[in-house]
């Protein structure tokens, strides 16, 4: 079981960012960091598979994920911004006007 | 991994040395405080509203355009320790790379998203 | 001793993780999340990946973080309101993850977990002739792996062109005079005034 331990890691560090996701409504920053978490989670898989199998590609993949992961951030925040900007909240609950 | 054990000393000593002179200073140093001293004093008036006070989107998107140009850079550094063995489809297509993202430059260029005035 | 340092920095991970989804200032879980991914930089320098190592530091806390930093002063939240609907939410999260975790377990077997015969890129046979973890990246990104290269390219103009669009605001607040449209004005445009 020693050479899984990343394993373990991985998936505690994603329920602690879909964790994040549930329990903060009213705020849509820590929102977006918990998807940085879950993204972190996946890169240490990435990496430990590579680590354990000797196999370069997964290091090569996480730094594709490390990119997905930076337009994400970028995307995300301007959306944000400009939600803050028409409707001075930033909680979930107050982005319901794409229901037409 | 030998090769980080420096680093790692160098870590232990940074972090004695401020948590250090952190709180060597809270415990050790004299403090008088009263009051009137440690109330907020903004040019001798009250101050007006919060400090955390918001600032421009010029601001973030400069933040935006340092993280794509990061990301740049980091794509880089790879390609220039390897580039004598990767021959010419290497270099191709780093090219390619920097043309797509010289777009984007050329855009923001024109759209405006760099001038301060 | 390897895996005394990987426990401990995972241990780290884990609790400043959850430090980042609880804490009541926006500030702070920035903050957390900067020492989260400071520790993972240091785990994937155990696990043999230093050119990683390095980038997840310049990338996630040189340049997310501090784009995260900027949004949470920018949009200056007041801190009371934010942790409504925290127990209505929580047990139902807590379900889920409780799935997850054991469908995880269900599925890796670790007693015999199939470990693949031959690899695509070996690291051990070319780590005999390369010495430096970035050569070796770089030795593959450009040729083998072009094409994640180039849609990393594309992801990125994406983000550019996405950021601008949305953020930009066109409307010019300063109060000034255009003399090309003062040159461009027509008599019949004027008032005049007797």
Same mark, same amino acid.
């Given at each position: 079981?020693?050479?899984?331990?990343?394993l373990? /890691? *991985?998936?505690?560090?994603?329920?602690? @960012? !879909?964790?994040?996701?549930?329990?903060?409504?009213?705020?849509? +920053?820590?929102? $977006?960091?918990?998807?940085?978490l879950?993204? /972190? *989670?996946?890169?240490?898989?990435?990496? @430990? !598979?590579?680590?354990?199998?000797?196999?370069?590609?997964?290091? +090569?993949?996480? $730094?594709?994920?490390?990119?997905?992961?930076?337009?994400?951030?970028?995307?995300?925040?301007?959306?944000?911004?400009?939600?803050?900007?028409?409707?001075?909240?930033?909680?979930?609950?107050?982005?319901?006007?794409?229901?037409? | 991994?030998?090769?980080?054990?420096?680093?790692?000393?160098?870590?232990?000593?940074?972090?004695?040395?401020?948590?250090?002179?952190?709180?060597?200073?809270?415990?050790?140093?004299?403090?008088?405080?009263?009051?009137?001293?440690?109330?907020?004093?903004?040019?001798?008036?009250?101050?007006?509203?919060?400090?955390?006070?918001?600032?421009?989107?010029?601001?973030?998107?400069?933040?935006?355009?340092?993280?794509i140009?990061?990301?740049?850079?980091?794509?880089l550094?790879?390609?220039?320790?390897?580039?004598?063995?990767?021959?010419?489809?290497?270099?191709?297509?780093?090219?390619?790379?920097?043309?797509?993202?010289?777009?984007?430059?050329?855009?923001?260029?024109?759209?405006?998203?760099?001038?301060?005035? | 001793?390897?895996?005394?340092?990987f426990?401990?920095?995972?241990?780290?991970?884990?609790?400043?993780?959850?430090?980042?989804?609880?804490?009541?200032?926006?500030?702070?879980?920035?903050?957390?999340?900067?020492?989260?991914?400071?520790?993972?930089?240091?785990?994937?320098?155990?696990?043999?990946?230093e050119?990683?190592?390095?980038?997840?530091?310049?990338?996630?806390?040189?340049?997310?973080?501090?784009?995260f930093?900027?949004?949470?002063?920018?949009?200056?939240?007041?801190?009371?309101?934010?942790?409504?609907?925290?127990l209505?939410?929580?047990?139902?999260?807590?379900?889920?993850?409780?799935?997850?975790?054991?469908?995880?377990?269900?599925?890796?077997?670790?007693q015999?977990?199939?470990?693949?015969?031959?690899v695509?890129?070996?690291?051990?046979?070319?780590?005999?002739?390369?010495?430096?973890?970035?050569?070796?990246?770089?030795?593959?990104?450009?040729?083998?792996?072009?094409?994640?290269?180039?849609?990393?390219?594309?992801?990125?103009?994406?983000?550019?062109?996405?950021?601008?669009?949305?953020?930009?605001?066109?409307?010019?607040?300063?109060?000034?005079?255009?003399?090309?449209?003062?040159?461009?004005?027509?008599?019949?445009?004027?008032?005049?005034?007797?």
């Amino acid at each position: 079981m020693e050479p899984f331990n990343f394993l373990i /890691l *991985s998936s505690l560090l994603f329920s602690v @960012g !879909f964790l994040g996701i549930f329990i903060n409504r009213k705020n849509l +920053i820590t929102i $977006l960091m918990s998807i940085e978490l879950m993204l /972190l *989670s996946a890169n240490i898989n990435f990496i @430990g !598979f590579s680590d354990l199998l000797g196999d370069l590609s997964g290091q +090569i993949f996480s $730094l594709f994920i490390l990119v997905v992961a930076a337009a994400e951030a970028a995307i995300g925040l301007a959306i944000l911004t400009i939600f803050f900007k028409k409707s001075n909240s930033i909680s979930v609950d107050s982005i319901n006007r794409l229901k037409g | 991994m030998n090769e980080y054990i420096p680093i790692l000393i160098f870590l232990i000593f940074a972090f004695l040395l401020s948590f250090g002179a952190f709180f060597f200073s809270i415990f050790v140093g004299k403090k008088s405080s009263y009051a009137e001293k440690n109330s907020t004093y903004e040019c001798g008036f009250e101050p007006f509203d919060d400090s955390r006070g918001r600032f421009e989107v010029k601001f973030y998107l400069v933040a935006i355009l340092f993280i794509i140009f990061d990301l740049e850079i980091i794509f880089l550094f790879p390609w220039a320790v390897a580039f004598s063995e990767i021959g010419l489809f290497g270099f191709l297509s780093m090219m390619f790379f920097l043309f797509v993202l010289t777009i984007g430059f050329v855009y923001e260029w024109m759209k405006g998203a760099l001038d301060w005035s | 001793m390897t895996i005394y340092f990987f426990y401990f920095f995972s241990f780290l991970i884990i609790s400043s993780s959850i430090l980042v989804i609880s804490s009541n200032n926006a500030v702070h879980s920035v903050l957390y999340l900067i020492f989260t991914f400071f520790n993972s930089a240091i785990l994937f320098l155990l696990m043999n990946a230093e050119f990683l190592a390095m980038t997840i530091v310049i990338v996630y806390v040189g340049a997310i973080a501090v784009l995260f930093l900027f949004v949470v002063m920018m949009l200056n939240i007041t801190e009371s309101e934010i942790k409504e609907g925290f127990l209505k939410y929580f047990p139902f999260g807590l379900i889920l993850i409780a799935i997850f975790i054991s469908e995880l377990f269900l599925v890796f077997n670790f007693q015999n977990f199939p470990i693949p015969e031959n690899v695509k890129i070996n690291v051990n046979e070319a780590m005999l002739t390369e010495s430096s973890n970035t050569k070796l990246i770089g030795l593959f990104l450009y040729t083998d792996y072009f094409i994640i290269f180039q849609i990393s390219g594309f992801i990125l103009l994406l983000a550019m062109i996405g950021a601008i669009v949305l953020a930009q605001s066109d409307e010019r607040k300063l109060k000034s005079t255009s003399s090309i449209n003062q040159k461009k004005v027509r008599k019949k445009d004027i008032i005049k005034l007797n």
